[in-house]
């Protein structure tokens, strides 16, 4: 499995963006894909997930704020990312599991000025 991510930048504290992450390759029917961040000096931690069904799960500092979504028939998730804070600076990776296997992009980087 490929993964193409897509969209980051730089942002003005309280401003917004948008990934984007493809999968191509042997993509199975249920799965979960989601993102991950890592900021300098920093363990990477979870952002938001969601599976083939819709199910999705956020981490508490993103709540309220960022949303994930999928079109499963482009096998494409989104990360909206809004009143975005310095805090949310990092790299941001995008994954996918299937069948006990785990996979990743290339990390987009984010950086979000006060």
């Known amino acids: 499995v490929q993964l193409q991510a897509s969209g980051g930048g730089l942002v003005q504290a309280g401003g917004s963006l948008r990934l984007s992450c493809a999968a191509s390759?042997?993509?199975?029917?249920?799965?979960?894909m989601g993102w991950y961040r890592q900021a300098p000096g920093n363990q990477r931690e979870l952002v938001a997930t969601?599976?083939?069904?819709?199910?999705?799960n956020y981490a508490d500092s993103v709540k309220g704020r960022f949303t994930i979504s999928r079109d499963n028939a482009k096998n494409t998730v989104y990360l909206q990312m809004n009143s975005l804070k310095p805090d949310d600076t990092a790299v941001y990776y995008c994954n996918y599991k299937a069948q006990g296997r785990n996979y990743w992009g290339q990390g987009t980087l984010v950086t979000v000025s006060s």
């Open positions: 390759g042997s993509i199975f029917g249920i799965n979960a």
């Open positions: 969601i599976t083939t069904l819709g199910s999705t």
